[in-house]
């Protein structure tokens, strides 16, 4: 849960901080001295900023990562340049695709 | 329209600019199957250095991009040094050019352990994984939680 401030949510540099949670609302473990969480494979860094834990880091320790492993291995197959052209002809495919304005519901304008 | 990265990345190459790839395409450069709309550049905001960024991007007719039409903007050394980061587009697509990187900081930076990649036939400066990493976690939107997922895959293949 993001730390309210001034009545606003963080801004997108604030830290998400753990140290402003509650431990006695919802039953959450206490801030402090906190365990880095478990990533496989991976070494957790904290927050460069804050030293935290960050929000970022608990979430990718707790859900399935969802990364593609067949396409990232297909790209690492390929120079940097290949990977660009490979991304630009994506994109140009995707732009042919885009309906035409006489296609657009009404709607959309 | 999809920037052509390949005629920005000459422009800065070709005009000796002191330039390192940032942001999404740094990521698809390391091998993420991320895509993205606009070239993201970290540069050196040494005075020399900003006029031949404004000569480079300067035929590419930049504008602020989401500015009022009639607002009136010329991008030359002067206008760049009185900024620090800007989002352009150019008659070649959009560029956002950052002075300084949350959580990583500024070119000098960057450059430290960026890795240089040979690019279009140009040797360019890319920002490292690691760096990318902080930057993502500084930034901390949403669609930064898909990109750490990618980075840390990546990073974990590096070793």
């Known amino acids: 849960m993001a730390t309210m401030k001034n009545g606003f949510p963080p801004g997108r540099n604030e830290t998400r901080s753990w140290e402003n949670r509650d431990p006695k609302a919802g039953g959450e473990a206490a801030a402090e001295d906190q365990a880095a969480p478990s990533l496989p494979g991976q070494a957790i860094e904290r927050h460069p900023r804050s030293g935290e834990w960050s929000w970022a880091t608990e979430s990718l320790a707790r859900y399935a990562s969802g990364v593609d492993l067949t396409q990232l291995e297909e790209r690492l197959k390929l120079t940097p340049t290949e990977r660009l052209e490979r991304m630009r002809r994506f994109q140009l495919s995707l732009e042919e695709a885009r309906p035409g304005r006489g296609d657009r519901h009404p709607a959309a304008d | 329209m ?28 390391h091998g993420s199957s991320r895509v993205t709309q606009d070239l993201d550049i970290c ?26 039409p009639d607002l009136p ?30 959580g990583v900081g500024s070119y000098a930076q960057v450059v430290a352990d ?13 920002m490292s994984l690691a760096a990318l990493e902080r930057a993502k976690l500084a930034a901390g939107r949403l669609k930064d939680l898909a990109d750490l997922a990618e980075i840390a895959e990546l990073r974990r293949r590096a070793r």
């Open chain 2, 2 to 29: 999809a920037t052509d990265i390949q005629r920005l990345i000459e422009a800065l190459a070709g005009n000796q600019v002191d330039f390192a790839i940032i942001g999404a395409v740094a990521l698809v450069l």
């Open chain 2, 43 to 68: 540069y050196g905001r040494d005075s020399d250095n900003l006029e031949r960024l404004a000569a480079a991007l300067g035929p590419f007719k930049p504008t602020l991009r989401g500015a009022p």
């Open chain 2, 73 to 102: 903007f010329r991008l030359d050394a002067r206008s760049l040094y009185s900024g620090l980061n800007f989002t352009l587009t150019t008659t070649l697509g959009d560029i956002n050019l950052l002075g300084e990187v949350s």
């Open chain 2, 114 to 126: 960026a890795e240089v990649m040979e690019i279009y036939g140009q040797t360019v400066r890319v």
